[in-house]
């Protein structure tokens, strides 16, 4: 079944399960706020990556890709001068049908998409094959950047690690998106598992590298 949505376009990937604050200051994303402020609960809308264009201004989004991932908002605070800071967690993925410009922000016709683990027994093996591809790049992080990098515990339910190891990984936005758009967790673990084999190359064979903080939640410019 398709449903409306509202979308906020971003240049970023949500994958389900991980959370995501947002400063809005835009007018047309206020009145988004607003509006889920007078809806009822949960309020949710759509995080979906921009393909070409940028996040602000009237005309900055040109292209969207077809997958996104629905927000749910936990908390909302604003601002005197009536900007809102939103903490928001991802739900499910979702396809994108249709795009509404009637309002000043966008809307979406949206098809929710089943998450398929296919055999448990080649998942689970492949999780545990991620997990160690995964610790050997967070190694080699930590040699570029001449420190320590502490994180939790991965998770060993493949489609948890599947979207945790998506979201933590310095790549490119088209990688990113092709992850949260694999059709099952098997296929993105394959797929986490060759990115990581050549991200922990090219890390081991050049000077230097950002590393990720995974304690700082970074807010999107919009």
């Known amino acids: 079944m398709s449903d409306m949505l ?3 376009p971003l240049s970023t990937v949500l994958f389900p399960g991980m959370r995501l604050p947002l400063h809005v200051f835009e007018e047309r994303y206020r009145q988004l706020v607003a509006d889920l402020l007078t809806g009822p609960e949960p309020r949710r809308f759509g995080i979906i990556a921009i393909r070409k264009g940028r996040e602000t201004g009237t005309e900055g989004v ?8 629905v927000a749910t908002v936990r908390q909302i605070a604003e601002r005197e ?40 027994a080649i998942a689970a093996r492949l999780a545990q094959r991620v ?6 790049y967070l190694n080699a992080l930590a040699d570029r ?17 599947s979207y945790v190891v998506g979201a933590a990984m310095i790549i490119d936005l088209p990688d990113r998106q092709a992850l949260l758009a694999a059709p099952d967790v098997i296929i993105r673990l394959k797929a986490e598992r ?25 807010h999107s410019p919009n």
């Open 194 to 218: 060759s990115l990581l084999t050549r991200e922990t190359a090219m890390l081991r064979a050049t000077t230097s590298r950002p590393a990720p903080d995974f304690n700082y939640e970074p």
């Open 131 to 136: 997990q160690a591809a995964f610790r050997g």
């Open 81 to 120: 001068d009536g900007r809102y800071d939103l903490q928001t967690v991802g739900a499910q993925r979702f396809r994108l049908l249709s795009l509404d410009k009637s309002l000043p922000y966008f809307q979406g016709e949206i098809e929710p998409l089943a998450e398929e683990a296919g055999d448990p």
């Open 6 to 8: 509202p979308l906020f």
């Open 62 to 69: 040109t292209a969207l890709y077809d997958i996104g991932c």
């Open 145 to 161: 950047g001449g420190g320590m990098i502490n994180v939790a515990s991965l998770p060993d339910e493949p489609e948890l690690l």
